[in-house]
């Protein structure tokens, strides 16, 4: 059984992954509607991968014999003042996630609930990749600078990004 600390915040993390998945949809729309098709999918792709996310938590409450109890999600920023911009904002949240998932590390240590330290090490390592993936584009934007000639080929390199092989599934 999970304890009821626990539970609450494994809950709070659905609400979180949700959250990530809710803007990085947003994310998606702004560059639609930017003419920026790649970094559109990319976006998708990342709305997508956070709702596994959110579902290996639900998942996982339940396998434990715990209850989901799904609250509110709060609205999300929907513009932004550049692809530079969105792709910083992405970074600065996959840290704070990064944050909230050592905190449930912690929690999970203390507690002596080996069973949910080792749930979250699939996080863990995730994060790691997140927040890899979202610097580069930084880096690459910070690149490209005002050249809409570059920004044309990062776009199109960017579409090119294909689904996570597995998601959910290779995990269960
Ligand atoms: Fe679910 Fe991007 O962390």
Known sequence: MLSEKMQAELNKQIN?????????????????????????????????????????????????????LLAPIEAVQTEWESPLAVFEAALAHEQHVTALIHALVKLATEEGDYATQSFLQWFVDEQVEEEASADAVVQQLRRVGDS?????????????????????????
Do not use: C, N, T
């Not at 997508?48 to 434990?64: M, N, Q, S, W």
């Not at 809409?148 to 269960?172: H, K, N, P, V």
């Open 16 to 68: 979180a992954e949700l959250y990530s998945a809710y803007l990085y949809l947003a994310m998606s729309a702004y560059f639609e509607s930017e003419d920026l098709p790649g970094m559109a999918q990319w976006m998708r792709l990342q709305y997508e991968e956070e709702v596994v996310h959110a579902l290996k938590f639900y998942d996982y409450i339940h396998e434990r014999r715990g209850r989901v």
């Open 148 to 172: 809409a000639s570059l920004l044309f080929l990062l776009d199109r390199e960017l579409g090119q990004r294909q689904a996570e092989a597995g998601g959910a599934e290779a995990e269960a």
